[in-house]
């Protein structure tokens, strides 16, 4: 149940590649069949001064019997062809597939109250951030992981490739996401471990560890882990950030910004401790960068140039493909007719009728439509009907069965349907019961942009669905968010909102942007809530 959108010139523009040079397609028939008409006529009159017509009929039969209108009508035509293909015409997709090789690297991130010190600008936190952000720049092809810890450790994200996850979440990160107070890099590096020994692909893999050092928990739990991720193979980096001098720790209290203090009443002051990190680094054969390093992404970047990286393939664009050789090899083929009609004989005539009718059989015959699937098109129309009259559940079997169809069509739009089904129960108010049509709707639209990237509808939809199923954010598990091969559709959901019809670009732009600031605003209220109390001690 796509929504229909008003037609414009601009609709009908976009299957041009340079509309500016449809003016020559326009022009250029007009022009070539004044000219063709001109050229008989003048032969016409050049030949009527030789002799009478009977004796002109006899010595120059081609030209006399010649007809002014058809043969400017096919020069006209070819012209208009070539006009059209040099404005570039263009249907169907077309993507480009770029190849390239990186690894998959897990950022274990030091959220911890520490990190709020201001003995780096503006603060550690920031200044992490922003080391990030730059070796993101400068590594286009790994995966990357993002893992938060203080106390504990908490997944945000799992190894993607998808940068405004990663934006969304490093935005957002601050101590409040892990809750728990103190510094335990052991936690840190187990959970970093778990995380790659889950993923099965080929190539290297590391473990990036950014911390001030200032650690809390026991020593030796952390070398232990560091020895694991040796042993299984992955590299650890660890960057340390902070100064040796240290810095009090500002935080906010009543909306005044005071000082952090211990359970004496006295003001904290942090340094930055670089044993513990550069003992992790050797214990795991590792490469440890110090706060005092200059360019950090640039070291890390040199660092994981030493592994062995994994090859795919990425889809860096599509659009819609040229196709403007089909309208050159018609004109050809019509000029190519046009000559054998001038010179032809009457024998020679015949034959050229006959092979010119032979070729158009063999054209129609070979462009004959697929027989269409009948038995589908009555599953989806009867999916579709249900869907309309809000019957959402009992929609989905004959929609089901309707997308598996070896009509390409039919299965697309009824994979369109299912999905729209599943996105609707999935927007209903019904919070418990909402993740599973959810999976199911993010399934079905991955289907249909697998095959045909450029249906915006499609893209529309499924990144409604992925902003409302992702909303959470991580949870420490590690699982993806990719929905099952098998969803289990959900009842007891009201209607949710549809794509609006006819919206420009435009809109949909400023619409994806306002709802990208409210997702980012509602993240990181719940990341921030529920926050459990800290353990007594030391917690920053």
């Known amino acids: 149940m796509e929504g229909t959108a008003p037609v414009t ?17 326009i022009v250029l028939p007009v022009v070539t069949a004044w000219l063709v008409s001109w050229g008989i006529r003048a032969r016409r009159t050049r030949l009527a001064r030789l002799g009478t017509p009977s004796m002109i009929a006899r010595l120059a039969p081609s030209i006399t019997q010649q007809r002014t209108w058809s043969a400017a009508l096919r020069a006209a035509l070819a012209t208009l062809l070539l006009g059209l293909a040099l404005a570039g015409p263009r249907w169907g997709v077309e993507q ?18 520490s990190m709020l010190a201001t003995d780096e600008k503006p603060n550690r936190l920031q200044a992490m951030k922003q080391e990030i952000d730059r070796l993101r720049d400068l590594s286009p092809g790994d995966r990357f992981a993002l893992l938060a810890f203080a106390g504990r450790s908490y997944i945000l994200t799992p190894l993607t490739v998808d940068n405004s996850a990663l934006d969304l979440f490093l935005q957002n990160l601050d101590p409040s996401i892990v809750g728990q107070g103190g510094s335990s890099l052991a936690s840190a590096l187990r959970q970093a471990t778990n995380l790659l020994a889950l993923n099965k692909s080929q190539g290297d893999k590391a473990i990036i560890l950014m911390s001030d050092g200032e650690g809390f928990d ?12 040796r042993e299984m193979g992955f590299t650890i980096v660890t960057v340390g950030f902070g100064t040796p001098e240290g810095s009090t720790i500002p935080i906010v209290e009543n909306r005044v910004v005071t000082q952090k203090r211990d359970e004496s009443g006295n003001i904290v002051v942090t340094h930055y401790d670089p044993a513990l990190l550069k003992s992790i680094a050797d214990e795991g054969k590792g490469t440890f960068i110090d706060a005092r390093t200059r360019d950090k992404a640039g ?11 994994n090859p795919r393939s990425v889809v860096s664009g599509e659009n819609l493909g040229i196709q403007f050789q089909w309208f050159v090899l018609a004109a050809l083929l019509l000029l190519t007719l046009d000559t054998f009609l001038q010179t032809r004989r009457r024998r020679r005539g015949a034959v050229a009728a006959a092979a010119t009718t032979a070729t158009m059989l063999l054209l129609t015959a070979s462009c004959r439509p697929a027989e269409r699937d009948k038995p589908a098109i009555a ?6 009907s249900l869907l309309l009259r ?14 598996d169809s070896k009509d390409p069509e039919v299965r697309h739009h009824a994979r369109f349907n299912l999905g729209l089904d599943y996105l609707t129960e999935g927007l209903r108010p019904k919070k418990d019961s909402a993740q599973a049509p959810l999976d199911s709707a993010l399934y079905r639209y991955k289907q249909i942009l697998e095959v045909a990237v450029a249906d915006s509808d499609a893209r529309w939809n499924y990144e409604l669905a992925l902003r409302r199923n992702t909303g959470g954010g991580g949870g420490g598990g590690g699982k993806s968010q990719t929905p099952s091969p098998s969803p289990a559709p959900s ?7 549809k794509p609006v019809p006819g919206m420009t670009p435009q809109q949909a732009e400023a619409v994806l942007n306002a709802a990208e600031d409210k997702e980012t605003d509602v993240q990181g209220k719940r990341q921030k809530k529920n926050v ?4 007594r001690g030391k917690d920053w």
């Open 9 to 25: 010139i601009s609709t009908y523009l976009r299957y041009i590649q340079w509309p500016w040079a449809l003016a020559f397609a």
């Open 96 to 113: 480009t597939v770029v190849k390239q090789q990186g690894v998959d690297v897990v950022l274990a991130l030091d959220a911890s109250l």
């Open 218 to 229: 026991n020593p030796g739990e952390a070398l232990a882990e560091a020895r694991r991720a």
């Open 299 to 309: 070291k890390i970047r040199a660092a994981l140039n030493n592994l062995h990286a």
């Open 379 to 384: 599953l989806y129309d009867t999916g579709t």
């Open 390 to 403: 809000d019957s959402l559940v009992p929609a989905i079997p004959p929609l089901t069965r309707a997308s």
């Open 491 to 497: 009842q007891n959901q009201s209607p949710a909102p």
């Open 532 to 535: 459990p109390t800290p353990p």
